[in-house]
């Protein structure tokens, strides 16, 4: 079975950092474009970052540009984003998603087929 699985999400305050993982299981991740969206309540999905399966080129939605960074460990079969500064306006769920499957390889993440999901990890950055 194909399965991704969140964890590092928790209760920050504003300034403080967090780093996500995302750890794939019956599939080898490197293969495939990986994604990172959050949802708060009564907003949207939204993509956050993305990473190509390519040559590792990567996306960053204009708020969270320069405090996030995406990465991965192939050996961990685990992409990470890593959080720094964060503010209120992050706080949602984040999950991860990945184009696993017959899809032809984008170089631009944003073209992925994201339809594998994780569950979800809940980041909340309050005082």
């Known amino acids: 079975q194909v399965e991704l699985v969140e964890s590092g999400g928790g209760l920050v305050q504003p300034g403080g950092s967090l780093r996500l993982s995302c750890t794939a299981s019956?599939?080898?991740?490197?293969?495939?474009?990986i994604g990172w969206f959050r949802q708060a309540p009564g907003k949207e999905r939204e993509v956050v970052s993305c990473?190509?399966?390519?040559?590792?080129?990567?996306y960053y939605a204009d708020s969270v540009k320069d405090r996030f960074t995406i990465s991965r460990h192939g050996a961990k079969n685990t992409v990470y984003l890593q959080m720094n500064n964060l503010k209120p306006e992050d706080s949602a769920v984040y999950y991860c998603?990945?184009?696993?499957?017959?899809?032809?390889?984008?170089?631009?993440?944003?073209?992925?087929?994201?339809?594998?999901w994780g569950q979800g990890t809940q980041v909340i950055v309050s005082s």
């Open positions: 990473s190509s399966s390519t040559d590792g080129s990567t």
């Open positions: 019956g599939f080898t991740l490197d293969f495939y474009a």
């Open positions: 998603a990945t184009d696993y499957g017959p899809y032809y390889p984008q170089a631009n993440c944003l073209e992925g087929e994201y339809d594998d």
